[in-house]
């Protein structure tokens, strides 16, 4: 995945996410959801294989990226995140959905689907 850091237009693939490519990120993509995670966290750990599903099932309706909170602790702070994981769901550049916590896949593509429309 690190090798694939530039913004394409309908990744099927989570994007590396990082303070500084956080706001050209949110702003080119209509629907994204990022995945706030760091390596040591086991419950992220185990969230990873259904955003990386996800990042397939959905390519064309939502794209996912992933923020590590530990190397790009600014943006995490600015969305006052505690507790990893932790997704935020991002419209049209406006955060539209907050979800805490590792859940199956099935379930985290309702709550996606849900607060995108």
Do not use: R
């Amino acid at each position: 995945m690190e090798e694939k850091k530039e913004p394409i237009e309908s990744p099927d693939y989570p994007l590396h996410i990082t303070d500084e490519n956080f706001d050209e990120v949110i702003k080119k993509y209509k629907v994204i959801v990022v995945d706030f995670w760091a390596p040591w966290c086991m419950p992220c750990k185990m969230l990873a294989p259904a955003i990386e599903n996800l990042a397939k099932k959905l390519q064309g309706k939502v794209v996912f990226g992933k923020m590590n909170v530990d190397e790009s602790p600014n943006i995490p702070t600015k969305f006052n995140i505690m507790s990893i994981p932790t997704l935020i769901v991002f419209k049209d550049g406006s955060a539209v959905g907050t979800f805490v916590g590792a859940m199956p896949e099935h379930t985290l593509e309702e709550k996606i689907l849900s607060v995108i429309g």
